[in-house]
T-cell receptor, first 114, second 114 residues
Framework: EAQVTQNPRYLITVTGKKLTVTCSQNMNHEYMSWYRQDPGLGLRQIYYSMNVEVTDKGDVPEGYKVSRKEKRNFPLILESPSPNQTSLYFC?????????????FGPGTRLTVL | AQSVTQLDSHVSVSEGTPVLLRCNYSSSYSPSLFWYVQHPNKGLQLLLKYTSAATLVKGINGFEAEFKKSETSFHLTKPSAHMSDAAEYFCVVSVISGTYKYIFGTGTRLKVLA
């Protein structure tokens, strides 16, 4: 089954404790992206990657890191989480060929930073 | 700069009456436009996408959207609302110009009254 998976689905942590949220897709998509969703703000892009070893900042990159060492994986790293990073996070992927390409989303990771 | 504006943050309709969710976009290029739906505590599902083949786009679950270039709009409609349509809806524009980004509207929460 074609899908985007994220782990963990739920995470409660404390300020300053490094964490990683994993994202994996099995569709051989070149493009992967991370978003955060906050009430009234929609989804805002954190980082995206157009291929292996190619990453770029989205609209809200501060406090986050990513890496793309393999095509299928795109982990999101919070080196020193803070309470303002409490949010619902989505990973997404899409192919780059063509122009009308919808993104496929993972199920989301709900992060609480105390 | 590209942007998306969803004109209503909340819409309430009675079951069996028409649904109209409004979206205006701003794009310097021919846009790729999408509507996604997010049911409570769920991920994002593609409802429909504009591919330039036709200005009236049909999606899943009886939803349609009409692309109007002169009005820079891509409003989502459904002739008859069902209780299961209660969800949050996002209008999205993709930008392909050196970068490849997806810009989300802030969302419209649809409430369906019995």
């Amino acid at each position: 089954e074609a899908q985007v998976t994220q782990n963990p689905r739920y995470l409660i942590t404390v300020t300053g404790k490094k964490l990683t949220v994993t994202c994996s897709q099995n569709m051989n998509h070149e493009y992967m992206s991370w978003y955060r969703q906050d009430p009234g703000l929609g989804l805002r892009q954190i980082y995206y990657s157009m291929n292996v070893e190619v990453t770029d900042k989205g609209d809200v990159p501060e406090g986050y890191k990513v890496s793309r060492k393999e095509k299928r994986n795109f982990p999101l790293i919070l080196e020193s989480p803070s309470p303002n990073q409490t949010s619902l996070y989505f990973c997404a992927s899409t192919r780059l060929a063509g122009v009308y390409n919808e993104q496929f989303f993972g199920p989301g990771t709900r992060l609480t930073v105390l | 700069a590209q942007s998306v504006t969803q004109l209503d943050s909340h819409v309430s309709v009675s079951e069996g009456t028409p649904v109209l969710l409004r979206c205006n976009y701003s794009s310097s290029y021919s846009p790729s436009l999408f509507w996604y739906v997010q049911h409570p505590n769920k991920g994002l599902q593609l409802l429909l996408k504009y591919t330039s083949a036709a200005t009236l786009v049909k999606g899943i679950n009886g939803f349609e959207a009409e692309f109007k270039k002169s009005e820079t709009s891509f409003h989502l409609t459904k002739p008859s609302a069902h209780m299961s349509d209660a969800a949050e809806y996002f209008c999205v524009v993709s930008v392909i110009s050196g970068t490849y980004k997806y810009i989300f509207g802030t969302g419209t929460r649809l409430k369906v009254l019995a």
